[in-house]
T-cell receptor
Framework: GAVVSQHPSWVICKSGTSVKIECRSL??????MFWYRQFPKQSLMLMAT?????????EQGVEKDKFLINHASLTLSTLTVTSAHPEDSSFYIC????????????FGAGTRLSVL | AQSVTQLGSHVSVSEGALVLLRCNYS??????LFWYVQYPNQGLQLLLK??????LVKGINGFEAEFKKSETSFHLTKPSAHMSDAAEYFC????????????FGTGTQLKVEL
């Protein structure tokens, strides 16, 4: 079946540094990927839609300059949290559609970011 | 605009008992509906989905859900709970032609007791 891989699964960084999270579709090409943020014991909130070869589409309230998304190939999207601060600590999850017609998103295992 | 309401942030059942997790949705167009399960520190796994056709949908691990348009509901059930069913469950909706974006409910934590 379709597999979406995220790396790293857990990252700790100092305040003010930048962190890059990778999302890969392992056995299919994904022209569209999604990035979600999940706070403890809360639901997933869509941050942005990542489109291969074009700019990402951000949801209202999400800072574009803070959360940089690059979708350089059909199998890789990256989310960079720039100048991270403790309030950016969260669980970040990506997803991708293998087959838009079947309308099923496959999710990565998530990345837990802790900013000290 | 679309939204999802999951009644009950925590549900506790005994092993072998019926599981019922409630989900109501709001959508301006015919929706696609989904149930996902999340285990601690993991991503989401699709349990089942409704797009068109039969309103009673069967998924993995013995779960099923029924789409009731008149009640705008998509409740998740399982006849007999197992300890391994303990997890967080999310109901989600996407609108046809809405760019396939998912809107999630706030989740229901299912606890299964001996």
């Amino acid at each position: 079946g379709a597999v979406v891989s995220q790396h790293p699964s857990w990252v700790i960084c100092k305040s003010g540094t930048s962190v890059k999270i990778e999302c890969r579709s392992l056995d299919f090409q994904a022209t569209t990927m999604f990035w979600y943020r999940q706070f403890p014991k809360q639901s997933l909130m869509l941050m942005a839609t990542s489109n291969e070869g074009s700019k990402a589409t951000y949801e209202q309230g999400v800072e574009k300059d803070k959360f940089l998304i690059n979708h350089a190939s059909l199998t890789l999207s990256t989310l960079t949290v720039t100048s991270a601060h403790p309030e950016d600590s969260s669980f970040y999850i990506c997803s991708a559609y293998r087959d838009l017609a079947k309308n099923i998103q496959y999710f990565g295992a998530g990345t837990r970011l802790s900013v000290l | 605009a679309q939204s999802v309401t999951q009644l009950g942030s925590h549900v506790s059942v005994s092993e072998g008992a019926l599981v019922l997790l409630r989900c109501n949705y709001s959508s301006s167009v015919p929706p696609y509906l989904f149930w996902y399960v999340q285990y601690p520190n993991q991503g989401l796994q699709l349990l089942l989905k409704y797009t068109t056709g039969a309103t009673l949908v069967k998924g993995i691990n013995g779960f099923e859900a029924e789409f009731k348009k008149s009640e705008t509901s998509f409740h998740l059930t399982k006849p007999s709970a197992h300890m391994s069913d303990a997890a967080e469950y999310f109901c989600a909706v996407s609108e046809r032609g809405g760019g396939n974006k998912l809107t999630f409910g706030t989740g229901t934590q299912l606890k299964v007791e001996l």
